[in-house]
């Protein structure tokens, strides 16, 4: 099962890590404890929506980029293309037109 | 301050009610109890990833859908375009060129 705080957590920590920010720098830059946001980042703790705004804040980035991130990793495990998606009989109109050519 | 459980909350109601479907219904499908649906639904209470599984599988709904929906509504209020942002040189050059014509 594809849970919510664990694909967060992984967006979060690979934000915070392209921009070369240690655990310390942002905690303390979103008036944070180390270890709740370490938590955070390891899926082990849901966040809170508030402590989304700081850390999303610390991070530089908006709310909205980091949950259309959790979004689209989400959507991959789903199987799910999220804006679009061809229904099955286009598609298979699709493969004819394809093959007649 | 945009809190992620309010966006949330609202796309979750609206979801069900296009559905037309009660909270009964749905926390009875989601086997959550319907005092707490409620509370998620009115961003009174912060959904904890396995609620947001059960509650959006018994909308029939893909989760990264309903992150995607919360995530373009928050986009709304930042004021940011997410998936193309025309830096600002480029938007300029465009105003240039229109005034031209």
Redesign the interface.
């Known amino acids: 099962?594809?849970?919510?705080?664990?694909e967060l957590g992984d967006v979060l920590r690979n934000a915070r890590r392209s921009q070369g920010r240690t655990l310390r720098q942002v905690s303390s830059d979103a008036r944070v404890s180390l270890g709740y946001l370490s938590e955070i980042e390891r899926g082990q703790k849901?966040a809170?929506?508030?402590l989304?705004?700081s850390v999303t804040d610390a991070l530089g980035l908006?709310?909205?980029?980091v949950?259309?991130e959790?979004?689209?990793r989400?959507?991959l495990t789903?199987g799910?293309t999220?804006p679009d998606t061809i229904p099955d009989s286009l598609a298979d109109e699709t493969g004819t037109l394809v093959g007649a050519r």
């Open positions: 099962m594809v849970l919510f705080r664990q849901e809170s929506s508030e989304l705004v908006p709310l909205s980029y949950l259309r959790v979004s689209d989400i959507a789903e799910v999220v």
